[in-house]
C-alpha cells in the first residue's frame, strides 16, 4: 500500500489561538498571565524548527496494537452506545430502520449484519471496536416453521448479558399486516420480564395504502383514513406493550417518495424521549443530516462522512471524560479505529499497525502545520488543548483526509500529500466552527 510522505514545509504560526478565551472574560491577574504566557509562546515557536514538531506530532502515533486494543476497551464502556432490538417480519422495515439512523446504503447495511445467536443477527455502527448504535434483528419471524419461544429465549439471553448500552425494542409492523399474534406474544413476555427496557411500536411501509391517486409523501403526520385506522389498531393491539409509537415510510431513492427516510424526525424525538440523555444527544448528533453528508453523488464519500461523523461525536464525547491515559493516544486508538473502518469501505483491509501508519503518514503534516501555535501555548500540557470540538474536528478532518487517501487508491492513482493536506485543513477549520457547541 502506498502511504503519502509527512508534509513538513510550514511553519507554525505565533498568532493567538481563535479558540483562547477574550481578555476581556478574564481577571486582571489572569489578563496579565495570559498576556505574558501568550508572548512567551510567540518567541519560543519561532525559536522551534518545525521538523522537530513534526517528529514530535508523528512519534505520537507510534502506538503498539495491544495499546490499542486496551484503550478502545477502556473507550467502549464510556461510549454514549444504544442497542436497538429490531423485532417485526421479514420486510416490515426493520433494514431501513438501520439505514435511517445510521445513513449509510441498503447494500453497506446487508453486508453488516453477522449471526449472533440462532434466530438473531448484529449490526454495529460504526464500527464493532466502538460502537454508538448496535442493532440485533430477529430472523424468520412469521414463518410457521419457527419456533416462538425459541427466539424468545434468544432475545431473553441477549438481554440477560451485562451491558453499559442503553436499551431500546423496536417493534416493526407493516401497516396493512394484522397477523400479530407472534409479535404481540413476544412484546408480551420481554415486557413482562424487562418492564424498565422502552419499547417503541414503529408501523411502517405507509406509501402501500395511501390512495390512489397520491404519487408522494404528504405532509406529516399523514393524515388518510385508512393510516389512522390501522395506527388506531395497531396501538389498540399492544396497549400496555409500548411507551412510544410511530409512522415512518423508509423507502430506497429509486422508488421515487420525497423524502427517503419518511418520519425520520418523529423517530428520532421518540428514541431521544425514551433514551438517557447522552445516547440521546448523540442520536441527534448523528441524525444531523444537512451538515454531516451533503448528496455528492459519490457513495464512497457520502457513506464515509457518516462513518467519520459517528467517530468525530465519539472523540468529542471521549474528549471530556477523564480515563487512565493521555488523551492523544486516546484519539489516536479512535482515529486507527476510524482509518480502519473507512479502509474496509473502500475495499482496504487492514490491521492496527496499517492503519496507524496511514495516520501519522497523512496527519503529521497537518498538525504540524494546523495546530503548531496551540502546542507551543500549551505546553507542558497539550491534552488542555483536546477540547470536545477540537477533537472533533481534528478527527473529522483526519477521516476527510483518508477519504481522499483511500479513493486516489481506488482509482489506481498514488495518493497526493498535498491534496490530502489541502482538504484536511479546509475540512478542519470549517469542522471547528460545526463542533464549538460540544466543548
Known sequence: MTEPRNSNDSQPSSEPSNDAPTPTSKPDWSRQVFSVWNEASSQLSKRLPIDRV?????????????????????????????????????????????????????????????????????????????????????????????????????????????????????????????????????????????????????????????????????????????????????????????????????????????????????????????????????????????????????????VGRRYILAFAIMAATIAAVPLPFATMPVLTALQVSMVTALGKLYGQILSPSQAGGIVSAIAGGFLAQAIGRELIKFIPGFGSVIAASWAAAYTWSLGEGACVYFGDLMGGKKPDPAKIQAVMQEAFKSAKERFRSMK
Open 54 to 302: 513534526a517528529q514530535t506530532i508523528v512519534s505520537w502515533f507510534s502506538v503498539s496494537e495491544s495499546q490499542v486494543a486496551e484503550i478502545l476497551e477502556s473507550v467502549r464502556q464510556e461510549l454514549p452506545t444504544t442497542e436497538a432490538l429490531l423485532i417485526g417480519k421479514p420486510q416490515a422495515g426493520k433494514s431501513s430502520i438501520v439505514r435511517g439512523l445510521t445513513g449509510v446504503s441498503a447494500d453497506i447495511v446487508g453486508q453488516g449484519f453477522r449471526p449472533h445467536t440462532q434466530h438473531t443477527q448484529r449490526y454495529a455502527y460504526p464500527s464493532s471496536d466502538l460502537p454508538l448504535l448496535i442493532f440485533t434483528d430477529t430472523v424468520g419471524l412469521g414463518d410457521v416453521n419457527q419456533d416462538t419461544q425459541a427466539v424468545i429465549q434468544d432475545l431473553i439471553g441477549d438481554l440477560q448479558q451485562e451491558s453499559h448500552s442503553a436499551r431500546v425494542l423496536i417493534l416493526t409492523i407493516k401497516v396493512n399486516d394484522f397477523a400479530t399474534d407472534t409479535l404481540r406474544l413476544i412484546a408480551q413476555q420481554l415486557r413482562q420480564q424487562y418492564p424498565n427496557i422502552p419499547c417503541l411500536l414503529a408501523v411502517t411501509c405507509l406509501h402501500e395504502v395511501y390512495p390512489a391517486d397520491v404519487v408522494d409523501h404528504p405532509a406529516y403526520p399523514p393524515m388518510f383514513a385508512d393510516i389512522n385506522r390501522s395506527f388506531a389498531l395497531m396501538q389498540q393491539t399492544f396497549a400496555g406493550l409500548f411507551d412510544r409509537a410511530v409512522l415512518l415510510d423508509f423507502t430506497l431513492e429509486e422508488d421515487g417518495y420525497n423524502p427517503v427516510f419518511y418520519g425520520l424526525e418523529a423517530l428520532r424525538d421518540a428514541l431521544s424521549d425514551l433514551l438517557p440523555e447522552a445516547e440521546a444527544r448523540a442520536i441527534y448528533q448523528l441524525l444531523d443530516r444537512d451538515e454531516a453528508s451533503k448528496q455528492l453523488g459519490n457513495l464512497y464519500r457520502d
